[in-house]
């Protein structure tokens, strides 16, 4: 079990400027979430794909953001025209649907963005 | 949507004594409820769960409990350790396709030595 990895573990941005951030989740996981998490509290779902399919994002989330999942593998997250406030930890996991419960998330160890 | 509520915000105990978390959700259809510990500067890691049809789940020295009726689960640990500090979530999902797990917003344990 390699686990989930994400890349680049830190990112240091200046306001307005766009980055990318990259997880692969576990390979046999068809399931794979972005979550967001600040200082003292619990991650902030942000969106989540089913194979390829994104089915769900947050309201929270502006249209400076955008995830793709292209082959149904890795996944990206984009945030555009950064700001201050988007300085997190971000954080993917991957899970294996199941019809009736629900397999518990295994997250990344996270992408740390810093916004000045 | 789901809102998962979690108490206490931070929990102090001594070496060898007990901890309690609590936490409430408010969507009936939820059926899944893990817990992760979270250490400073790492990744959240599951802990144990509990599944619905269940009212109580051990593992060593944790369990959880769940009482449906009133939509709340619990975990404790016994025997305390240092070790033991870190950040505690509990989290709530429902099936099939509303996967979004909802988290609480954290529990800081410290285990005074």
């Known amino acids: 079990d390699t686990g989930v990895s994400q890349d680049p573990r830190h990112k240091i941005t200046k306001r307005g400027q766009n980055v990318t951030f990259r997880c692969d989740p576990i390979s046999e996981h068809n399931r794979l979430y972005w979550y967001r998490q600040t200082l003292g509290q619990g991650p902030e779902f942000l969106t989540y794909?089913?194979?390829?399919?994104?089915?769900?994002k947050s309201r929270l989330l502006s249209n400076r953001f955008s995830a793709e999942r292209p082959k149904g593998s890795f996944s990206t997250l984009e945030i555009q025209r950064t700001e201050q406030g988007d300085s997190a930890m971000y954080l993917c996991?991957?899970?294996?649907?199941?019809?009736?419960?629900?397999?518990?998330?295994?997250f990344g160890n996270g992408t740390r963005l810093t916004v000045t | 949507g789901e809102n998962v509520e979690q108490h206490p915000s931070t929990l102090s105990v001594q070496e060898g004594d007990s901890a309690v978390i609590k936490c409430t959700y408010s969507?009936?259809?939820?059926?899944?409820f893990p817990w992760y510990k979270q250490e400073l500067g790492k990744r959240p890691q599951l802990i144990i769960d509990i599944r619905s049809n269940v009212g109580e789940k051990k593992d060593q020295r944790i369990a959880v409990t769940l009482n449906k009726t009133a939509k709340h689960f619990s975990l404790h640990i016994t025997e305390t350790q240092p070790e033991d500090s870190a950040v505690y979530f509990c989290?709530?999902?429902?099936?099939?396709?509303?996967?979004?797990?909802?988290f609480g917003t954290g529990t800081k344990l410290q285990v005074i030595p």
């Open positions: 996991a991957s899970s294996l649907a199941g019809s009736q419960y629900n397999s518990p998330l295994h």
């Open positions: 989290a709530a999902s429902k099936p099939g396709g509303y996967q979004k797990v909802t």
């Open positions: 794909f089913q194979n390829e399919a994104q089915l769900e």
């Open positions: 969507d009936s259809a939820s059926n899944y």
